[in-house]
């Protein structure tokens, strides 16, 4: 079992840049490939980034690529979110898979965290 706890969400106005983290714990952390997904109001639960378990594979969502960075380390997994846009708002949430094949696909995800709260004024 891996429990997740999300981390760093906010208000922030369009341009500026949040980070958030993903506190891990439970067993064997470092065997799961790691992303992040987000979900609007009204819309499905959408893919943003993911690393896998060693952290020099990285992959992104297009609307969010050169803008947001995906990382890992002891025990944790960050999303640093650059050049915010009001697009952005969501619930974002973290996600652990055993297969870095499947941590783009929602229903293959094994473990959810409960997401934080990122709003983008304009």
């Known amino acids: 079992q891996v429990q997740l706890v999300e981390s760093g969400g906010g208000l922030v106005q369009a341009g500026v840049s949040l980070r958030l ?24 639960r959408e893919f943003v980034a993911a690393i896998n378990w060693s952290g ?12 947001f960075t995906i990382s890992r380390g002891n025990n944790a997994v ?6 915010l ?6 619930v974002y949430y973290c996600a652990a898979e055993r297969f870095f094949g499947n941590i783009r696909v929602p229903s293959r995800v094994d473990y959810w965290g409960k997401g934080t709260q990122v709003t983008v004024s304009s």
């Open 21 to 44: 983290s993903c506190t891990a714990s439970g067993r064997t952390f470092s065997n799961y490939a790691m992303g992040w997904f987000r979900q609007a109001p009204g819309k499905e």
């Open 56 to 67: 020099d594979t990285t992959y992104y969502a297009d609307d969010v690529k050169g803008r």
């Open 78 to 83: 960050y999303l640093q979110m650059n050049s």
């Open 85 to 90: 846009e009001p697009e952005d708002t969501a």
